[in-house]
């Protein structure tokens, strides 16, 4: 055990909090000088960051609760996203179809002008009203639909990729490593973590932000002299995953009686993901899981509206999120605004604490910016906001299609599909595993689904991965075709490759350096 007295490091902010929110503040806050740890007590994205919707949208639905100001800075954060990063986002058309006995057609036709002209477009296409015909997806009642467009993230991978990013300009990133407990001393904060070892150590910093999520009022109880005034409600949103019930390219927003809405999006080229729902929820966030009555309900709105009917049987994956959403009195759950709070307690003179509360993922990036705005009073020397046109690791080229085929005049030995897997997951980050390799035998163990060991190795070594779900769930989507035999061969691969990286001084990934 390391002594806890003494304290092993010194850093400018302590990041505490491994999702999508902690490691865009780790990223905007070393971009601009100042020294970062960020530490996440499970793997990146571990919780809520990789249960979302998969969606950059503005959120057509926040409309009718006259949140103008969340959803304009979402449609134009909208357009900041998918230049940024084209490996992982990419324009997504939606239809809604219309059914009269719900929202009336002048109402949508209204919500999608507005959703047309808050903010600037230029890469997306506005909306229209389209005729549906005999031979497509829908029952044959619906004969209209509005279109408009949003766009798709691989939520997991961005949270992985602004981490990449914050390491490569000189951020400490501790992945399974917890804060057990927090002390003021003077202006600063001493801070004690314990890694996945088990041993624990101190590091001094002059602020902390609180970017745990749904964890973010029970994590203020372990901070000395501390108090919260916020309150939280803690929403559960469940998603599915069925073989895709159509196989045009467009995404589907089907309104319920209820009033709330679910997402029918292509997925992973032979799946449609279906979702979400809005729960309160209490206990551990890290535990939750669709319930029966979940999966009924989007089993029978999506048997409402398309002829490919579904069942329990259908289904191949599902998955949980728990949001923390800033309470409001009297609201039900779909009603609970997504805007987010940053709170900054202390000052030039005392040890500070920067809160986040709420937040969706499109606004991520802003989020971000906001809370090292609130920081850098404190760090005068700090340099301005810089991330707007900052690329993420990997998204260096124009187009995806002309990706792959660059790939693939390279690597022709390849199957074309496993390459454009490595384009929409990895962009050119894809080179650090394949560089120098010239025959299929070169990867490695083949794991099944195109999962080679060089990949694995390169997740293990580099992008902090773990575990079997680190790999087949956050940094890949391949557990959708791995059976459990190649899960549990992969498993043992994993647990083995990761004996060695434990077995060194520093349990974090190592500079993967290309041929």
């Known amino acids: 055990m390391t002594d806890q007295n003494q304290v092993a490091k010194e850093v400018d902010v302590l990041v ?14 070393t971009g601009r000088g100042l020294d970062v740890m960020m530490c996440e007590k499970g793997d990146l994205a571990g919780a809520t960051s990789s249960s979302s919707s998969k969606l950059i949208h503005g959120g057509l639905r926040y409309l009718e609760q006259y949140e103008f100001r969340l959803v304009k800075e979402a449609l134009a954060e909208r357009e900041v996203l998918l230049g940024k990063a084209p490996h992982i986002m990419w ?7 219309h059914q009269k ?18 903010a600037k477009r230029n890469l997306l296409p506005g909306s229209k009203k389209i005729k549906t015909t005999s031979d497509g997806p829908l029952i044959d009642s619906i004969t209209t639909c509005f279109e408009y467009s949003d766009g798709w993230v691989d939520d997991a991978r961005l949270v992985t990729l602004n981490a990449l990013a914050a390491q490569e300009k000189g951020a400490d990133i501790r992945v399974r490593t917890e804060v057990t407990g927090a002390t003021k001393q003077g202006q600063s904060w001493l801070v004690t973590l314990k890694n996945e070892k088990g041993e624990t150590f101190t590091v001094k910093t002059r602020s902390i932000v609180n970017a745990t999520g749904p964890w973010a009022i029970s994590f203020l109880d372990r901070m000395a002299d501390t108090k919260n005034p916020n309150s939280m409600r803690m929403v559960k949103g469940s998603h599915f995953v069925v073989p895709k019930l159509y196989d045009s390219d467009e995404a589907y927003i089907l309104q319920n009686k209820d009033g709330r809405i679910v997402f029918v999006i292509p997925y992973e080229g032979d799946f449609s993901l ?17 319930s029966e009555e979940e999966t009924s309900y989007l089993i029978e709105i999506v048997n409402e509206y398309f002829k490919n009917r579904i069942t329990k049987d259908d289904i191949v994956y599902s998955y949980s ?12 759950a779909q009603e609970l605004t997504r805007d987010y709070k940053v709170e900054m307690l202390g000052d030039k003179q005392s040890p500070v604490l920067l809160n986040i509360f709420g937040g969706k993922i499109t ?24 991330t707007k046109e900052a690329t993420l690791p990997g998204g260096d080229f124009a187009s995806q299609p002309e990706l792959v085929n660059t790939l693939w005049a390279k690597y022709g030995w ?20 394949l560089q120098g390799k010239s025959s299929i035998d070169e990867l490695g163990q083949d794991f099944g689904a195109g999962v080679y060991a060089a990949e694995v190795d390169y997740l293990i ?39 060695g990286v434990q077995n060194t001084d520093d349990a974090g990934p190592v500079n993967y350096k290309t041929a």
């Open 16 to 29: 505490v909090g491994g999702g999508v929110n902690g490691v865009g503040i780790a990223l905007d806050a």
């Open 321 to 332: 999120g728990v949001r923390p959403l800033l309470e409001e009195a009297n609201a039900s």
């Open 461 to 499: 070594e580099t992008e902090w991965a773990r575990s079997l779900k680190d790999v087949i769930w956050r940094r890949t989507k391949q557990g959708l075709r791995l059976s459990q035999t190649q899960q549990s061969v992969l498993e043992q691969y994993i647990e083995k490759k990761c004996q």
């Open 91 to 97: 324009p997504l058309r939606f239809r809604l179809p």
């Open 274 to 290: 279906v979702g979400t729902t809005d729960e309160n929820y209490t206990g551990d966030p890290s535990q939750a899981s669709i």
């Open 101 to 118: 006995h719900l929202r009336p057609a002048w109402m949508i036709r209204i919500g999608l002008f507005l959703y047309d002209s808050l």
């Open 363 to 386: 606004t991520y990036r802003k989020l971000s910016e906001a809370a090292v705005n609130e920081l850098i009073e404190i760090f005068p020397k700090a340099s301005g906001p810089w």
């Open 414 to 433: 390849m199957e074309k599909t496993t390459l454009e897997r490595y384009a929409r997951q990895y962009g050119t980050l894809c080179e650090r595993f």
